[in-house]
């Protein structure tokens, strides 16, 4: 019933720059906090950035300053804005959201990814 659909990754070269995007859908009365979390080859799952309802955000040291994780609440969306890449950000990145139903049960939710890969 809850779906989270990421967008926006490719191929794009060091120093270069992409915009992720995730649509949250589904029978929803509220969502908590969102996050991007993303797993390189061979590596495990990581969290990149996190973002509460308020606007409190989160970064992993290894992204931040490069990376501004937003949100559109009125949209469901929520976005990752990677600048200056590096090879070392490849990775498959993953949509999360704490979200409470209009039933009001409350979940974690993951999106299927999106291909980031960065490479000269």
């Known amino acids: 019933q809850v779906q989270l659909v990421e967008s926006g990754g490719g191929l794009v070269q060091p120093g270069g720059s992409l915009r992720l995007s995730c649509v949250v859908s589904?029978?929803?009365?509220?969502?908590?906090?969102m996050g991007w979390y993303r797993r390189g080859p061979g590596q495990e799952r990581e969290l990149a950035a996190t973002?509460?309802?308020?606007?409190?955000?989160n970064y992993a040291d290894s992204v931040r300053g490069r990376f501004t994780i937003s949100r559109d609440n009125t949209k469901r969306m929520a976005y990752l804005q990677m600048n200056n890449l590096k090879t070392e950000d490849t990775a498959v990145y993953y949509c999360?959201?704490?979200?409470?139903?209009?039933?009001?049960?409350?979940?974690?939710?993951w999106g299927q990814g999106t291909q980031v890969t960065v490479s000269s």
């Open positions: 999360n959201a704490d979200i409470r139903r209009t039933d009001l049960t409350r979940n974690n939710y």
């Open positions: 973002i509460t309802n308020t606007g409190s955000t």
């Open positions: 589904g029978s929803i009365h509220s969502i908590n906090t």
